[in-house]
């Protein structure tokens, strides 16, 4: 059989998908997964409150808050996901404000949700 031969990776990839071992590990994980995403949403919901105040306070069209709320998950999940903090964070979210600014966002209303929601400070210059 050559290395590459298909019949071996289909083989594989069946083994890997037996759905009914998939379902017990699934069944054994699901209680504390629940739990996780219980809190989780709690905080979501939280956090994208807080982004909507910031717009409004900010004078942003309504027609625009699907996109700064999609900058908060992507800070919420630079934070709380991946836990980074400080400058690490600082210069993770000035990638992201780099993008949703090229993307037609103004750049002084994605500063005040990283800092006001996130508490996270701009980069220190190098």
């Given at each position: 059989m050559a290395h590459n031969d298909p019949t071996k990776r289909i083989a594989n990839?069946?083994?890997g998908?037996?759905?009914?071992r998939?379902?017990?590990v699934l069944d054994l994980k699901r209680p504390k997964m629940f739990e996780h995403v219980q809190s989780?949403?709690?905080?979501?919901g939280s956090m994208e409150?807080?982004?909507k105040q910031v717009c409004d306070a900010s004078g942003v069209s309504v027609i625009q808050y699907p996109f700064y709320l999609d900058f908060g998950r992507e800070m919420w999940h630079i934070t709380h996901e991946t836990e980074m903090s400080g400058e690490s964070a600082a210069q993770e979210a000035a990638v992201l404000i780099?993008?949703?600014?090229?993307?037609g966002l103004?750049?002084?209303?994605?500063?005040?949700v990283r800092t006001d929601v996130f508490n996270?400070?701009?980069?220190?210059?190098p």
């Open positions: 990839w069946d083994i998908f037996d759905t009914a998939i379902k017990g989780q949403f709690v905080s979501i409150l807080q982004v780099a993008k949703w600014t090229a993307r103004t750049q002084a209303v994605l500063q005040a996270v400070s701009a980069p220190v210059a």
